[in-house]
Structure formats: C-alpha cells, structure tokens
C-alpha cells in the first residue's frame, strides 16, 4: 500500500475481500449469539418514569411458551458499557431455557438519561421499571413471574444489590414475596451494607475480583472476600436470623436455603475488576447460581460456554471494517472531485545519525513522558471545567464525563506535539537539509473542503456498513469491552462538537507521524510500528505505573483516577493504530490532512457512542 495508483483490480478486490470477512465473521457472530436459530433476539424499548426509557436486547429461547414459561434474568452492564458488553452471560444463560433481557443502563447506549443524579442506586440504570414491567405485564406470558432475577457487573452490580433491596421494601409492605426471586451481584461491594442488606427479601449470590482495582475502597482496602466484612455481611444477612452467622466466608459454598430465598454464595476469581466478566470461572459461576436458584436441569454443562466465540468472530470483524476504509479510500480517490487530491509523495527525510538520532529518541521520550504525566492531571481538570457531566446532571455542553478527560488531554499533547516538531525543525532540521515540502503539509481551502468531503464519506461507508449488519444479523463489531456500536442521530451533534478539538492532536499525530518519522530506507512496517509506540507509549506507561504498583502494594497508584486508567484499555489500543492509518491515507494523496479527518470522524463516533453521555433526551 504505498500510493492510491494502486491498480486499480488490486484495490477492488481488497475492498470486496474486507467486506465478505466483515459479513462472514458478523454472521457467525450471530450465529453464537442467537444459539443456530434456538434463541429469538431482538430489540425492545420499555417507557419508564419520568418519560425516559430503556432500550434491551431480549433473548427469548425457543423453548420458553406460555405453556411452559422460563425464568427471566435481567442483566445490567456497568459504567462505560452498553448491553453488547455484557452479551456473553445472555448468550449463556439463553442457552440454557432462561429467557434475558440485557439493557443499555441510562445514559448509555440506546437508553434515555435519568433525571437521577444516582441512577444507578435510585434506579438500577433502568432496572427497577424494567423488573416491573415484567412482573406486572400479560405481555411476556412466556415468562415465570416466579422466577425473576437480575445480574450485573460493577455499578450493574450495585444496581442488582439495590433492586434487591427496593423490591424487599415493597414486599415487606405489601406482604408479599419480593418480584425480584434472585439477584447476583459482579465486582461491587460498597453497597453490601446493613442499610441495603436488612430488606433484601431475595437470594444473593456475589462474585469479587481478587486483584479489583477498586478494593482499595473496601473496608479492608483489599479484594479478599473471606474474610471481608462486606461478604460477611451478606452471607449473614440470609442465615444470622437462623442462629447460624460466620465470621470468616467459605468461598464458592452455598449457605441458606433458596426457598425462603436466604441463599447466599461468594466468589472470589483472581482476576482484575474489567476482565471479570471475561472469564469462563466467573461466567460459569453466575449460571451454576441461576441454575440452582431456579431449579434448571439443562443438559449443557457448566464448562460447555460459546460466547468466546462471538468475541473472536467481532475482533475479526473490527479489524476488518478498519482495513476496508483503506481501499475505499483509494477508490474513491478516483473521482474526478476527489482526484485533485492526490499529489507525489514528498521526499522522506534522511535517516537520522549522529546528533539526529540522539534528537529523534531524545523526542520520542519526553513526548511519551508528557503523555504520561499529563492525561491524570487534565481528567482531573475535566472535572472543573465540565461541572455538569461531572456530576451527572443533563446538559449539552460537552456532556460526556470521560470523554471530556480524554480531550483535554489530547488539545495538549497535540499542541506540544506541534511545539516539539517546530523547535526540533527551527534549531536542527533546517541545518540538515529538511524543507516544509518534505512534510506534506501545503493545500488551500479547496483542498482541505474536498478532502473533508472525502473522509466524511468514508466515514459514512464505514458506519453505514455497520447499521447495515446489525439490522439483518443483530450483532455490532466488538472485542469485550472494546467496540464499535451504532448511533443515534443527535449523536452526530456531539460529534460536531467533540472533533475539532480531538483534530488539534489528531493533525498533529499526522504531521509527526509523515513528516519526522519517515525515514529514506526505512521499511514501512518499521516506520509504522515506531509510529503507534511514539503515539501510544505515554498511555501505556500509565497503564504499566498502575498495575506495577498494584502488584507491589496492593493498592493502584491512582486511586481516586482508577476508572480514568481503566479507560485506557480501550483507548490505547486506538491511538496504537491511529499512526497506521495516518500513512496509509498520507501515501494516497501525498499530504497529512485525509488521515487525521477520517480517523476524527470514525475514532470520535466510537468513543462517543461507548461512553455515557447526559445528554437531556
């Protein structure tokens, strides 16, 4: 891939190859989530209070009837996810004859803000109506209003500890058994207090990662639930009325009795608090609770688990969908409008030695260093700047908590990006022979207004591909936590907002990347890879200070910010991949702006729309 003069047979069938991988793998994908046809999934919109809503997938088994109704379990993703996240336990327990219904909490995904600023403690993300509408409508006749039973993993743990605790206050006052038979709770404890625990009228199952980042936060400071007060807590708030409390838990061991929904279990995997759910222990431990709670006899063992599968199958489809907006790229470069933008390439610059060299390495570690040191810093500004999304209120101006650190911290390393070129030009390139034309960076208005048009096109492909799988197969492109979803429309309103400013690094990654990394005799693939390490390093760093402490403490280097780095799972992997693109798109058309503007618009989209946002709808 050096020039949009590839052939132009070449580019065709790369394109058409992207494609068939993107529709086979999707396919498959949805083959797993839908067990071969045996589960019925489909979207549902249920009206709430306050005129919001929450948006579901329902997985409906085959098998559930108004003759022979199934278990419901509603499962809640946490902070930062939509339903997809979370897909895996409602492929599994679908699986086995339960009938899910996997919600997009407020202010995430599909689903309505809340007029909450605690939606999560006050209305479960969406999971209170949500019980309620399926305990109290004829509507799904296939279900057993006996058996109804919530899960969620973080905050859509604490919102299953609370559910459990609002339906046992109603049944207390009403004199009846709580709606809610059965809840279990991942990767939470700050809600297992006497408070929440002395009303719960439900069976609770709990499982804690070992090493959870959050543990610090305990009343131990640590992830260890044998002998955590929360964990006793829990289990003693089903058997101490029995004369039979612990001081010490009995990890895995199920004590009370489900019938008068006393039952309690703990689990305590050892693993850190995002990759919980990602385990085949945690998920096999949630359906050996459902199954016992419920009485199922399902001939699928516990071991026998496909929803890795789906995984593997969105990997390949993300990947694929990036790597077809490179060829589509190249054709439509060969429109008479969009033809104008492609120029020669600009010489690349000589290999650096000497003083170069140690100029070149020296910029690559103080860049790096900044991003490292900055990105905490300016999360925490983010929070003084944009008060309303910070504290959970509705608004429009740049609504999206997490997504306002992130900005913040690319406007300045993308401003010192510019700064550290300019001075690394200004008092040693110029003396070494590189000129401005080397960099790629001459247009005009013209130019710059069709090569908008252009990547707004290719953005409109790559999107427009994705709302085209999921409508006839259902499925997104996705690797755990990491994915690219559909959007609404108000969404492109953000988008409007959020780009420019994530532009000013984005343009200065391009400039770095095309103009003082491309080396004369340099093999493309080194350039790159030395590419994504120089625009990724700084986050990794972070990653690295805070799992290195973690293991050497036992508690992460930053405590308060710890959701902050956990976002870095997601975002790292894209600025490693931003360089790629940037020289793809910048061997096309011999300039540095097509890459940047593409990138913005697809790469901004994905962030927007996998992150919660308080918008006022």
Not at 565 to 578: G, S, Y
Request: net charge neutral; aromatic share 14%.
């Amino acid at each position: 891939m050096t020039d949009a003069r590839e052939p132009l047979r070449a580019t065709k069938t790369h394109l058409l190859v992207s494609i068939l991988v993107i529709v086979l793998a999707s396919f498959l994908a949805s083959m797993v989530q839908d067990t071969h046809g045996r589960v019925h999934v489909q979207d549902i919109k249920i009206p709430t209070e306050n005129g919001q809503w929450v948006v579901a997938d329902l997985y409906k088994p085959r098998t559930a009837t108004r003759d022979n109704p199934a278990p419901l379990v509603v499962v809640v993703p946490g902070f930062q996810r939509s339903k997809e996240a979370l897909s895996n336990i409602a492929i599994e327990l679908s699986r086995r004859g339960v009938v899910v219904i996997l919600i997009d909490p407020y202010a995430q995904g599909f689903s309505s803000a809340s007029m909450s600023r605690r939606a999560a403690t006050k209305e479960g993300y969406g999971l209170f109506a949500v019980i309620e509408y399926a305990a109290d409508t004829p509507n799904m006749n296939y279900i057993d209003r006996e058996r109804i039973g919530a899960t969620g993993h973080s905050a859509g743990g604490n919102a299953a500890i609370h559910a459990a605790s609002y339906f046992g206050k109603q049944a207390i006052r009403t004199g009846k058994p709580s709606k809610l038979d059965s809840v279990f709770v991942s990767g939470y404890m700050l809600s297992m207090t006497d408070e929440v625990l002395d009303s719960v009228r439900s069976n609770v199952g709990v499982s804690y990662a070992f090493y959870d980042e959050g543990a610090y936060r305990n009343e131990l400071k640590n992830g260890d639930m044998r002998y955590a007060p929360e964990a006793i807590r829990t289990v003693n708030s089903g058997i101490a009325s029995n004369g039979e409390g612990i001081s010490e838990v009995e990890i895995g061991r199920y004590y009370g009795n489900k019938e008068d929904r006393t039952l309690r279990v703990v689990h305590n995997e050892r693993i850190l608090h995002p990759f919980q759910p990602y385990i085949t222990e945690a998920t096999a431990n949630q359906l050996e609770y459902f199954e016992r709670v419920f009485d199922l006899e399902p001939e699928i063992s516990l071991d026998d688990q496909v929803w890795y599968w789906k995984e593997l199958l969105g990997l390949i489809a993300l990947v694929a969908a990036l790597v077809a907006v490179v060829p589509m790229g190249r054709l439509l470069l060969q429109v008479p409008y969009f033809k104008p933008l492609v120029h020669p390439l600009p010489p690349a610059l000589a290999k650096p030695r000497g003083k170069g060299k140690v100029l070149f390495w020296s910029t690559f570690v103080v860049g790096a260093l900044i991003a490292c040191f900055t990105y905490i810093p300016m999360a925490e500004l983010s929070q003084k700047l944009f008060v309303a999304a910070s504290t959970r209120q509705q608004t429009w101006f740049f609504p999206q908590r997490m997504n306002n650190a992130v900005m913040l911290w690319a406007v300045l390393n993308g401003t010192i990006g510019y700064l550290i070129f300019w001075l690394s030009y200004r008092f040693f390139g110029r003396q070494h022979g590189v000129v401005p034309e080397m960099w790629g960076a001459q247009t005009s208005l013209n130019e710059l207004f069709r090569t908008f048009v252009l990547a707004f096109a290719l953005f409109t492909f790559y999107f427009l591909l994705l709302f085209t799988v999921y409508y006839f197969l259902h499925v997104d492109y996705r690797f755990l936590f990491m994915g690219v979803r559909t959007f609404q429309p108000p969404l492109l309103i953000l988008l409007a907002m959020y780009v420019p400013f994530f532009f000013i690094f984005l343009l200065s990654n391009s400039l770095r990347i095309n103009g003082a990394m491309r080396f004369a005799g340099d093999p493309e693939w080194k350039s790159m890879l030395v590419g994504g390490f120089a625009n990724s390093l700084g986050l990794m760093l972070i990653v690295v200070v805070q799992y290195v402490t973690f293991a050497l403490t036992g508690t992460v280097y930053w405590t308060d910010g710890w959701l902050y780095v956990n976002l870095l799972f997601a975002v790292v992997p894209m600025m490693f991949v931003l360089p790629y693109l940037n020289r793809f798109f910048f061997n096309m058309t011999g300039r540095i702006y097509l890459g940047p503007m593409t990138t913005g618009l697809i790469f901004i989209m994905i962030l927007i729309s996998n992150t919660v946002i308080y918008l006022p709808f």
